[in-house]
């Protein structure tokens, strides 16, 4: 059983950055791929970035590509997606998931553990 919390989220000015993290409680974190999707009001889930167990393998949709950059800390039990450059269409609710494989996966079926969600607000 794993538990996610993320925080870090905001309003913040188109161009700015932000920081989410997402805490995860059990021993087991380490062995997880985690992911961060986000839901705009109206729009499906979408996935956004994922990291596998070790940290060696990242992957990025799109319209994220360089401007974000997803990371974690097994020791912290903690990962992070740090946004920059952001812009009024990265406007959602983002959520950290994670996946028991271990490995980078976009689907959001694939994954077994999500948290609550955290809101990002992006103004022009």
């Known amino acids: 059983q794993v538990q996610l919390v993320e925080s870090g989220g905001g309003l913040v000015q188109a161009g700015g950055s932000l920081r989410l993290s997402c805490a995860a409680s059990?021993?087991?974190?380490?062995?997880?791929?985690m992911g961060w999707f986000r839901q705009a009001p109206a729009n499906e889930r979408e996935f956004v970035a994922a990291i596998n167990w070790s940290g060696t393998n990242t992957y990025y949709t799109d319209s994220v590509k360089g401007r974000f950059t997803i990371s974690r800390d097994n020791a912290k039990n903690t990962v992070y997606l740090q946004m920059n450059s952001l812009k009024p269409e990265d406007t959602a609710v983002y959520y950290c998931?994670?996946?028991?494989?271990?490995?980078?996966?976009?689907?959001?079926?694939?994954?077994?553990?999500w948290g609550q969600g955290t809101q990002v607000t992006v103004s022009s």
């Open positions: 998931a994670a996946n028991w494989l271990g490995t980078v996966v976009t689907a959001s079926k694939d994954y077994d553990y």
């Open positions: 059990g021993r087991t974190f380490s062995r997880y791929a």
